[in-house]
């Protein structure tokens, strides 16, 4: 088995070490395509072995990538970009699977593609979006890439083995990393170029609505709100990639939600949408959501706690790419739910997991100080609950806790943990 990894790049010194380093000892080349590279990427590739090829840039990643595809001769592909990578243990998993696959002669003769999961995670690490996506395929030339941008190939789904214990990392859509290397201009100018050539190309559409809709400019951001209505309009658009469908009913949902006026618009929104897409999790938070707004805690806590069984099994959570990806959104709910009811043991469980998620959240923090110490919780009491969830060793945890304490009133424990920072500082 000769496993090729291909990925094109410019200007990726800061990330080409580590988007090589990931493959050493499963593949036998790396194919490492330039688009215009001003830095180190290229002196970094070649110092790690790999095969460096160059490509005129002309706005077309499909392009660059099929260039990528032909300079290999494994007998199977790894396509990712500089700024993805698998994780510690991930590619010896990934090449055992290739194995299972060539040693059995059904799946040898049906099977051309692999699909694993995906993070897309931000600058903190935190997961914002997870998903699945098919980046490992023989190479036949019946596999090439479309499209100038947000490139797709089309393999039948019934030739793809999926490989759910397999997971790559992709960090290029951090906000930051997003407006350093003007992601966002580059992007809506081959969207808009790929919409000129042709106009109904709905997917360009919902791709340039998804790139306007983090653009500070409120033109840009009403014509992305002008897309994604466009889209839900319709009652069915076959060429439409679903999950761009879902990211329209998601961005109309965020907005209406918290708005007491468009909350009815939110409902109806939420009913279609679970309708298309039956057990899809996303929806069902925002159906939560809606519940507990209505003051109806019951149904919500019922709701989410189904969500929750089904999360932590790993099945059966329908097309949802959110809430897997950020469990805290479901756990924010069921403490609403939680303190609607009365709950106050279930209140203490999810503000916990919350705060283990975030730590720096005083909105959760400073009722949870308050109630605790409202029951009778003692001081200590309460800083070893708190343990648990901070380093009560790191004088930067304590001033997060004094904090939370001061603003909710408890002055004499915000003066106690100040005390301990203090003689932490102080030693």
Known sequence: MRL???????????????ALSWAKGVVFEQIVVDTGSTDRTIEIAEQMGAKVYHFEWKDDFSAARNYA?????GDW??????DEYFPPGEAEKLARHIERVESDLQLRENCIALSCS??????NGKPVSIGSNVRVFRNIPSIRFKGRIHEQHYIDPERVVRMDDVRFIHTGYSKTVFKEKNKLERNVRILRAEIKSDPDNINAKAYLADSLKLSENEADKAEAKSIFAEILE????????YKLRIKAYVYFMNKYVNDPEKRDRCQALCNRALDEFPGALDFEYFQASLLNYKG???????????????????????????????PAMLYGQLLL????????????????LILVSDKTRSDILCPLIAMLLGRGTTEDELIDMLAKIYNTGDPGDLLIIARAAKNCG????????MNKAKKLLDS
């Open 337 to 352: 739910a939680a303190q609607g009811l009365g709950d106050v043991d279930n209140i203490i469980r999810y503000a916990t």
């Open 118 to 123: 995906w993070d897309n995670i931000d600058e």
């Open 4 to 18: 090729s990894h291909c990925l094109i790049v410019k200007n990726e010194e800061n990330n080409i070490e580590k």
């Open 69 to 73: 595809i032909d300079k290999a001769v």
């Open 296 to 326: 109806d805690y019951r149904a919500a806590w019922e709701l989410l706690k189904s969500g929750e069984e089904r999360l932590a099994s790993g099945k059966n959570t329908g097309v949802s790419f959110y809430v897997p990806a950020d």
């Open 234 to 241: 319709s009652d069915s658009i076959a060429e439409l990639n």
């Open 410 to 417: 408890a002055i004499e424990l915000a003066s106690l943990i």
């Open 77 to 82: 592909l790894i396509i990712l970009d500089a």
